[in-house]
């Protein structure tokens, strides 16, 4: 089966790209390394890695026509700067809008998407909401071994 995993290189899409290849799978990653680590993948025959942003539409969609994927598992996401509006919104807002339109064209089975909602985040003094007005953040929607 192959699947592409956006994020791969981080700790919810490498355990994924692991017990993927495990089983035979032909898993292709998209990272531009935002939090992933490079240490979080081994190469491997059936591994294709890309470092690149989600939010690269050309990118994404040259991705999807020549990998083909089957199922997508949509695990990148922006957070690491509270105050990086643009990032994290050329990501999780514009990057997911380019994933779920070339998968919708390429016909994949089923796109899994662990959501990103951070209404607050922890500091010294405790959690606070963000003042931003529009934030995804950090929430889990569902990975569910034997899903695919
Ligand atoms: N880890 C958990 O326990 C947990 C729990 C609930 C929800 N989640 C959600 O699951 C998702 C993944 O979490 P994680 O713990 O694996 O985070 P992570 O930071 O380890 O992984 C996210 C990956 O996305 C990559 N990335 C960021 N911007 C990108 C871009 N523009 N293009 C391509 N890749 C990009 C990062 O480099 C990183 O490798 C997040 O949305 C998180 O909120 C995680």
């Not at 899409?13 to 990272?31: E, M, N, Q, Y």
């Not at 991705?63 to 990148?76: G, Q, S």
């Not at 959501?115 to 003094?125: E, K």
Request: charged share 20%; aromatic share 14%.
């Amino acid at each position: 089966m192959k699947v592409l995993i956006t994020g791969g290189a981080g700790f919810i899409g490498s355990h994924l790209t692991d017990r993927l290849l495990a089983r035979g799978d032909d898993v292709l990653v998209i990272d531009n390394y935002a939090t992933g680590r490079h240490d979080n993948l081994t190469p491997q025959a059936h591994l294709t890695i890309v470092e690149g942003t989600i939010a690269d539409q050309d990118l994404v969609n040259n991705l999807f026509d020549n990998f083909k994927p089957e199922y997508v598992v949509h695990a990148a996401a922006s957070y690491k700067d509270p105050e990086n509006w643009a990032e994290d919104s050329r990501t999780n807002a514009l990057g997911t809008a380019n994933i779920v339109q070339a998968s919708e064209k390429a016909n994949v089975k089923r796109v899994f998407f662990f959501f990103n909602f951070s209404g607050f985040f922890l500091t010294r003094d405790g959690f606070r909401f963000l003042s931003q007005p529009l934030r995804f953040g950090r929430r889990f929607c569902g990975w569910f071994p034997g899903s695919f």
